[in-house]
């Protein structure tokens, strides 16, 4: 399995763009999954598949995977997308990054 | 809707057990594979166990090999993670998640807490 490397942080001011990155593997097909965790709450999926968004996720979440470093993208962040994100990929023994502590403000 | 709720976290001495339970509605359970995750305190996700739908395939991390026993009751929609020889640093939440796509949905979460 492939250790996953995410940034302990990452800070942007409301409405800016912000751009979590999940890297340490080479392998293609390996398929980008991001989970949200606010505060004290368990994770969501904010998006599946390198790309797609689960229904109730708003639109300004967005995913891409180059085969070696996945990127979950927040256009236009607000106050309530503060939260750590975690990444995962498929086939990899089940283990997630360390996960990013995105603040907003 | 999918709703998972765990329980059966507590206190246990170091060496002690402890069962979790994961009940889940709002799907049909019996299709689907069902994970445990764990976070300490402070610390990132992770994955401990993973049962089939069928519950004829199960899947364990190295670091609770032996220890950690997962296992279902389709007819109680209902996963279980049995702990023995616990540690201390099995102290965390312990959430339990739907694995129609990877961790697709999550339960609220119990906490273990092991100490003497």
């Known amino acids: 399995s492939f250790e996953l490397t995410q940034p302990p942080s990452v800070s942007v001011s409301p409405g800016q763009t912000a751009r979590i990155t999940c890297s340490g593997y080479?392998?293609?097909?390996?398929?980008a999954y991001w989970y949200q965790q606010k505060s004290g709450q368990a994770p969501v999926m904010v998006i599946y598949?390198?790309?797609k968004r689960p229904s109730g996720i708003p639109e300004r979440f967005s995913g891409s995977n180059s085969g070696t470093m996945a990127t979950l993208t927040i256009r236009g962040a607000q106050v309530e997308d503060e939260a750590d994100y975690h990444c995962?990929?498929?086939?990899?023994?089940?283990?997630f990054g360390g996960g990013t502590k995105l603040t907003v403000l | 809707e999918v709703q998972l709720v765990e329980s059966g976290g507590g206190l246990v001495q170091p060496g002690g057990s402890l069962r979790l339970f994961c009940e889940a509605s709002?799907?049909?359970?019996?299709?689907?594979?069902m994970s445990w995750v764990r976070q300490a305190p402070g610390k990132g996700l992770e994955w401990v166990s993973a049962?089939?739908?069928?519950?004829?395939?199960?899947f364990i991390a190295d670091s609770v090999k032996g220890r950690f026993t997962i296992s279902r009751d389709n007819s109680k929609n209902t996963v279980y993670l049995q702990m023995n020889s616990l540690r201390a640093e099995d102290a965390a939440v312990y959430y339990c998640?739907?694995?129609?796509?990877?961790?697709?949905?999550w339960g609220q979460g119990t906490l273990v807490t092991v100490s003497s």
């Open positions: 998640a739907k694995m129609e796509i990877p961790f697709d949905h």
């Open positions: 709002g799907f049909t359970f019996s299709s689907f594979s």
């Open positions: 049962i089939s739908g069928s519950g004829g395939s199960t």
């Open positions: 080479a392998m293609p097909k390996k398929y």
């Open positions: 598949e390198d790309s």
């Open positions: 995962y990929l498929t086939d990899n023994n089940g283990v």
